[in-house]
């Protein structure tokens, strides 16, 4: 009943940037929190970015002052910019949302996009 769709992944060189979106669609009534996370093989899925329903964000240390989370309620939609990309940046990024549907507004659901390929090249 709700999807989340990832874009924006792909090659990019060191230095470069790189924009991911996130779409939610189905029978959404309201997004609470909105997070990136990524994930290299053999490690676990670590959170590199949040935003919550009012705006406020939070940044992992890695990708902080070369990151921006934006969120457009109004279009269910998250946006990742990412600038002066490095190496150690190749992940798979994943969208996860907190979603109350319709059917069930009272619950908060935890939502995931099928994750994509970020690769930086030194």
């Known amino acids: 009943q709700v999807q989340l769709v990832e874009s924006g992944g792909g090659l990019v060189q060191a230095g470069g940037s790189l924009t991911l979106s996130c779409v939610a669609s189905g029978t959404i009534v309201s997004i609470s929190a909105m997070e990136w996370y990524r994930q290299v093989p053999g490690k676990q899925r670590e959170l590199a970015a949040r935003?919550?329903?009012?705006?406020?964000?939070w940044y992992d240390e890695s990708v902080k002052g070369r990151s921006f989370i934006s969120r457009d309620d109004a279009k269910n939609t998250m946006i990742l910019r990412m600038n002066n990309l490095k190496p150690e940046d190749t992940a798979v990024y994943y969208c996860?949302?907190?979603?109350?549907?319709?059917?069930?507004?009272?619950?908060?659901?935890?939502?995931w996009g099928q994750g994509t390929q970020v690769t930086v090249s030194a």
């Open positions: 935003i919550n329903k009012i705006g406020e964000t």
């Open positions: 996860h949302m907190g979603v109350r549907r319709t059917d069930t507004a009272w619950i908060v659901r935890d939502y």
